[in-house]
């Protein structure tokens, strides 16, 4: 089934409305589209120390900062229900972190990592997704009431009995508690998980945000992982600041976290982290010495906002394997690496055949086969319009300790490749996977892994 994932509609960023972005699906032959609009896009600098209190922010049209979550959902639940040719399936973009950098001296203010996205997807709960730690939301305060947040209280009871305090002192007294109070109130008398002033918590509040998503059910993505992103100063507080956004690429964020399903192995931009060797092998290579609990499984991404010449909905693919078709099968199929990403709309290259065979079984992505004795690699693609086109070809294996390409071919589509392993007693997991490209197409695989009896 050919599923078209990171779709933004008219409830966030994108340009078309829900029920329009289906109907083209429909008609481009798509089968599977998961809608992922802004869950929040708001950014807030807060003066110490009555942070809630003396608090700017910049928002953008989004489902929490717009209170139309509820009406999403419904929305594609109804249309999901009302074709039979398409399944559409919820899901929503977050920037959980973002911190600031400030100098003072130059009057700038810079805030850094908030194009870093996730993607959850599948929740199919409001609670749920309004629960995800992210700065600004509900589920980014810890649970519980903070009664000692009332401190000012006692300030105000003692400034206003005591007899010995000077007016003037007294008024001091009173208008800083105030302060205070007033900030607290401003809270509910909750504290924050993570906040946007200390940049050591970038990584914990990533991991928090996959683990929210595992507990509810639903999947994780990085997205568009090697994104640089950088909007220019512009003027605030009439002239006497600049704030700018700048965030790096940050391929490098596949490693330092964990707990997601998979990242954008392929989309509109440059990427090296499918490289052989690069982070995501590294990534994989971890999984194989039982640092990671399960393997990160790569997609494509097309990160949708209006139908222009290079971003229609099937010109980056999620090529997915379900034994029928249903939501549940697709979405377990995305969970287990049952899949490819591809990228070319109607000159799109075809993976027809991607398997280890053995005497003991066969596997193919997301898949494991145990074995002793040969294994054999099998690949076959073309193209989908059935044209002939150069093939620069990619067979990558990676194990525990590294990756390499074990074979490199060009050809003229259809091909088929066959490479031969060998696998005893004591060879350690590995896996293979694919990578192609033609002028028009690219195309990259998930992993096949092999191992013999004794490996993990």
């Known amino acids: 089934m050919d599923a078209a994932i990171h779709i933004h509609t008219q409830y966030s960023t994108g340009s078309d409305d829900l029920a329009e972005v289906v ?16 869950d929040l896009l708001e950014v807030s600098y807060g003066l110490p120390p009555w942070r809630h209190l003396l608090r700017m922010e910049r928002s953008y049209r989004s489902l929490l900062g717009s209170d139309t979550l509820t009406d999403y959902l419904a929305e594609i639940r109804r249309l999901d229900e009302l074709h039979d040719d398409i399944i559409v399936i919820d899901g929503v973009e977050s920037a959980p972190f973002y911190h600031w950098d400030i100098d003072p001296l130059a009057r700038r203010a810079t805030v850094r990592s908030w194009n870093k996205h996730l993607l959850a997807v599948g929740l199919d709960n409001a609670a749920a997704y309004r629960q995800l730690p992210i700065l600004g939301g509900e589920g980014n305060w810890l649970a519980g009431r903070r009664w000692f947040l009332l401190w000012p209280i006692a300030g105000l009871l003692w400034a206003v009995l005591s007899a010995r305090l000077h007016r003037r002192v007294r008024w001091v007294v009173l208008v800083i508690c105030c302060l205070f109070l007033g900030d607290s109130v401003l809270t509910g008398l909750r504290q924050a998980r993570f906040h946007p002033y200390d940049s050591s918590q970038e990584s914990s509040a990533f991991d928090a945000y996959f683990d929210a998503v595992h507990r509810s059910g639903g999947l994780s993505y990085w997205a568009h992982p090697e994104a ?3 909007i220019p100063p512009v003027q605030a507080l009439g002239g006497l600041a600049m704030v700018a956004s700048e965030t790096a690429p940050h391929a ?34 971890a999984y194989l010495r039982g640092e990671r609990h399960r393997p990160v499984w790569g997609t494509g991404e097309i990160d949708y906002h209006e139908n222009v010449e290079g971003n229609r909905l099937h010109d980056i693919l999620t090529v997915v394997w379900v034994p029928t078709p249903s939501r549940t099968h697709v979405l377990e199929s995305l969970r287990r690496g049952r899949h490819y990403a591809v990228r070319g709309g109607d000159e799109r290259l075809r993976l027809r055949r991607f398997e280890a065979l053995s005497d003991d079984g066969a596997a193919t992505s997301g898949q494991q086969l145990s074995t002793v004795g040969e294994s054999r690699i099998l690949v076959e693609l073309d193209k989908l319009n059935g044209s002939e086109e150069f093939t620069d070809i990619r067979l990558i294996r990676g194990d525990a300790s590294g990756a390499q390409v074990v074979a490199h071919i060009n050809a003229t589509t259809p091909v088929q490749l066959f490479h031969v392993d060998f696998v005893d007693e004591k060879t350690r997991s590995r896996y293979y996977r694919l990578m192609a490209r033609t002028r028009t197409s690219m195309l990259t695989s998930n992993p096949i892994f092999i191992q013999g009896p004794s490996s993990r």
């Open 23 to 38: 109907d083209d699906a429909r008609q481009l032959g798509i089968d599977v589209v998961v809608i992922t609009d802004d």
């Open 228 to 230: 640089a992103s950088t």
């Open 252 to 285: 490098q964020d596949l490693l330092s976290t964990s707990g997601y399903t998979g990242f954008a192995a392929l989309y509109a931009d440059h990427i090296t982290a499918t490289e052989a060797g690069h982070e995501w092998d590294q990534a994989l290579g």
